[in-house]
């Protein structure tokens, strides 16, 4: 089992920063961000694989930016440009790949099967 715990979530005006962290209990190969408005589904941001690709869909691109520290074991996201738009739960989603393996592959339409307790990110405008 891999524990996820996310931070640095909170309450912005349009057009600032927020920098979202998740420290995983022990290194896990696949990780990417989701989130989750009111009434809504949870969604793909962005996702990181084990060389450092990301891939971003296309409401984030230009503003958001995933990374990791595999020393570690944390995820980030920094989120530039904030529009109100982007108010939601954030939560971190993980998952492993079998032995010899080298990638994850499949950027955020891959399955994750751990997942935190998610961050909340108001944007106001």
């Known amino acids: 089992q891999v524990r996820l715990m996310e931070s640095g979530g909170g309450s912005v005006q349009a057009g600032g920063s927020l920098r979202l962290s998740c420290e995983a209990s022990r290194y896990i190969p696949c990780m990417a961000w989701f989130r989750q408005a009111p009434g809504q589904q949870r969604v793909p941001v962005a996702s990181?694989?084990?060389?450092?690709?990301?891939a971003y869909v296309d409401p984030v691109k230009g503003r958001f930016t995933i990374s990791r520290d595999d020393a570690k074991n944390t995820l980030y996201l920094q989120m530039d440009s904030l529009q109100v738009e982007d108010s939601a739960m954030y939560f971190c989603?993980?998952?492993?790949?079998?032995?010899?393996?080298?990638?994850?592959?499949?950027?955020?339409?891959?399955?994750?099967?751990?997942w935190g307790q998610g961050t909340q990110v108001t944007v106001s405008s």
């Open positions: 989603g993980a998952d492993m790949i079998p032995p010899g393996v080298r990638f994850c592959g499949g950027g955020t339409s891959r399955p994750f099967n751990f």
């Open positions: 990181i694989d084990t060389d450092g690709a990301a």
